[in-house]
């Protein structure tokens, strides 16, 4: 029972950096579903430029790893003058990097919106603009609900990454202890657990997520 | 004014041109690509006056839904002209010349045109009421209170006062038709469009939604219906309009079109829907 005993005796220190954690991931989130949605409008936009600048990102950010983003924002930026403290960087790294993904989640909810309803909003007297954010967007919110709270809960694993950028989230105070008292298996079983401990209940909101906005649509 | 004129279509043409990108096997080949191109409207006129009910009607691809959509542009039109109490439909004209004009300008016209779909085509994410109000708010910017005001006398008048709070995925198709129908009206446009409403319904929920837009007529509002519904059309039509392959055949009153048509084609269409021997 000593393996049970070690493990729970490393949480209180892990516990230390969940708010970390919490922060990088709404941070990210944030960044993620703005740009995300205005890379989704750039790529279905009719201005040719707009769509060659988001199309670029998206095989960029899409054909890197996001660890490499990550070392490029910390360790490569200085070195042309921008210096970011950890933690905003690894807010950066993973919002940019979302953003490229949930652009394709919007892109393929705007487009699914039927084309009547479209139709039924122009004729009502609304503008192209304001049929877009009006009844467009609003509907594709709700259909990209649930692919939304599943890039959230994998953005949370990636949280990870960031200990080699130097923040110290789960991953990288499980590295500190693991050093310090070389219980290996205590401490790296205990981090798992936490992970599984966040996610687990988001699924389960996800879920619910997905059949609310089934049944409303 | 008993015959002031709400809808004045002149010499409407409309050109469906099919995709022009050539397939990769004519590039390959250097085949020449063969635009496809339909004239769906060829010279159409039509005068509909203040509190008339018309009711088009016509084989399928006669270009009915065409010529409706044109009038609110949700087709634009490739010569004539379209007025809509007074107003012309895409179009600013400056000296005699015709500008393109924005889409703000055409929004603006369309507040004025009720357009009801074959498909209904509610915004599934909100309620009966949410529908009816949303574009009160959203394009009338009108407040909360004053846009509910409005679209619950209306959704009350379509006989769905019990059904309010029902998202469109909880109500009948005919319901739904009916929300549609409320949703324009509340608008308060100058003429209402219909376009084959009852044509998607299930067979059992037509009447109510006949019923509702010939109560609409009756409170003597300016309409013009797409309909297949011969029977309806003869009920509450002061003019039937005839169309065949992108014009108008014949038009008249329905006492006359049904008893006594003139044109073959409308003869063709009476008798295949049993109004006429064959
Ligand atoms: N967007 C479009 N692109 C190309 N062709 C079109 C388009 N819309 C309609 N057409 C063609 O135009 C013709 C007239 O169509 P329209 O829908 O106006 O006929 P309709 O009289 O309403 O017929 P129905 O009774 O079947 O509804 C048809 O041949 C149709 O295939
Ligand atoms: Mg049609």
Partial sequence: ???????????????????????????????????????????????????????VYLEVIRGTPLLVQLVYIFFVLPSIGVSIDPVPAGILGLGLNYAAYLSEVFRS??????????????????TPSKTLWKVVIPQSFVVSMGPIGNYFIAMIKDTALTSVIAVTEILKTANILNSQTFQTTAIYTAAAILYLIISLPLSRVVVVLERKARASG | MADETIIDVRDVHKTFVSDTRPTLWQRLTGKPH?????????????????????????????????????????????????????????????????IAEKASVTAQKRTDIGFVFQHFNLFLNKTALGNVMAPLRDVKKLS?????????????????????????????GGQKQRVAIARALAMEPSVMLFDEPTSALDPELVGEVLAVIKKIAQQGTTMVIVTHEMQ????????????????????GPPSRIFTAPQHPKTRALLSRSGILPA
């Avoid at chain 1, 892990?14 to 750039?42: C, E, F, Y």
């Avoid at chain 2, 059309?233 to 014949?250: C, H, L, N, S, Y």
């Fill in chain 2, 34 to 98: 063969v635009q496809k191109r339909v004239e769906v409207l060829k010279g159409v006129d039509l005068v509909v006056h203040r509190g008339e009910t018309i009711a088009i009607l016509g084989s399928s691809g006669s270009g009915k839904s065409t010529l409706l959509r044109c009038v609110n542009k949700l087709e634009t039109i490739d010569a004539g002209r379209i007025y809509v109490n007074g107003h012309l439909i895409g179009y600013e004209e400056r000296d005699g010349e015709l």
């Fill in chain 2, 232 to 251: 309806f059309a003869r009920d509450i039509a002061d003019r039937i309009v005839v169309m065949d392959q992108g014009v108008i055949v014949e038009e």
């Fill in chain 2, 144 to 172: 909360a209170a004053e846009a509910r005001e409005i679209a619950v006398p209306n959704l009350e008048m379509v006989g769905l006062g019990d059904k309010m709070d029902n998202y469109p995925s909880k109500l009948s």
């Fill in chain 1, 1 to 55: 029972m000593d393996f049970v005993k070690n493990t729970l005796a490393v949480f209180p220190a892990l516990l230390q950096a969940v708010p970390v954690v919490v922060q990088l991931a709404l941070g990210a989130m944030a960044i993620a579903l703005v740009l995300g949605l205005l890379v989704a409008l750039a790529r279905i936009s009719s201005i040719k430029i707009l769509r060659g600048i988001a199309t």
């Fill in chain 1, 109 to 126: 909810a705007i487009l699914s919106v039927e084309h009547g309803q479209t139709e039924a909003a122009l004729s009502l007297g609304y």
